[in-house]
């Protein structure tokens, strides 16, 4: 167990809709970092929050959004779903020093029907 | 930005044989290259990783050796077991206004046969 929570574990939705998918980090991280993960495209980059506020933003599409809030909790919001968007998703957390480990969530898996 | 390149796709060896997984990076700046181990459905674990102030580390029987002049690193399993057989991801990251975000190799499968 790596101390970085996600919810839901899975969620199937259908195109058009809009979910909200859930991250806490491990008790003193501050940062949270969102990956995508999907087979032909491995693990992407998405966003990066660090203490509230976004640091850096990979792959992310416009119709994703993500936000940290005070308790460092961080959601990731994706909208006007495609059947493209079905991955996992997955958050990571790390310290405040440079290179410092993330550790990774066990991941919500998205499936758009 | 950060491209990284991993190879080979697969590997299957026998237990008890040695597995080499190479990567190579393109930003002459990053200084920090984890491997990750995910097994199917599973989130990614670190296994070991390697700051570019380091020319090698070991783990028991994890390796990760760095050339920065090559930009090139690799991960060392030996003595393989069955448990071992996962998809290996290496990574690569660099300082810089605060963002630390790991580009991914594509990942390595792989078997190891009993």
């Known amino acids: 167990d790596s101390g970085v929570t996600q919810t839901p574990k899975h969620l199937i939705t259908a195109t058009g809709q809009r979910v909200t998918l859930r991250c806490s980090p491990r008790s003193g991280d501050l940062s949270v970092y969102w990956y995508q993960q999907s087979l032909d495209q491995g693990l992407q980059f998405l966003i990066q929050?660090?203490?509230?506020?976004?640091?850096a933003k990979g792959n992310i599409l416009e119709r994703f959004s993500a936000q940290q809030f005070p308790d460092l909790h961080s959601e990731l919001n994706l909208s006007s779903l495609e059947l493209g968007d079905s991955a996992l998703y997955f958050c990571?957390?790390?310290?405040?020093?440079?290179?410092?480990?993330?550790?990774f969530g066990p991941g919500t898996r998205l499936l758009v029907l | 930005g950060e491209n990284v390149e991993q190879h080979p796709s697969t590997l299957s060896v026998q237990e008890g044989d040695s597995a080499v997984i190479k990567c190579t990076y393109s930003d002459s700046a990053s200084n920090y290259f984890p491997w990750y181990k995910q097994e199917l459905g599973k989130r990614p674990q670190l296994i070991i990783d390697?700051?570019?102030?380091?020319g090698e580390k070991k783990d028991q029987r994890i390796a990760v050796t760095l050339n920065k002049t090559a930009k090139h690193f690799s991960l060392h399993i030996t003595e393989t077991q069955p448990e071992d057989s996962a998809v290996y991801f290496c990574a690569a990251s660099k300082t810089g206004a605060g963002s630390y975000q790991l580009t991914f190799g594509k990942g390595t499968k792989l078997s190891v046969i009993p």
């Open positions: 929050y660090y203490n509230g506020e976004e640091r």
């Open positions: 990571a957390s790390s310290g405040t020093g440079p290179g410092e480990t993330q550790y």
């Open positions: 390697i700051r570019s102030n380091v």
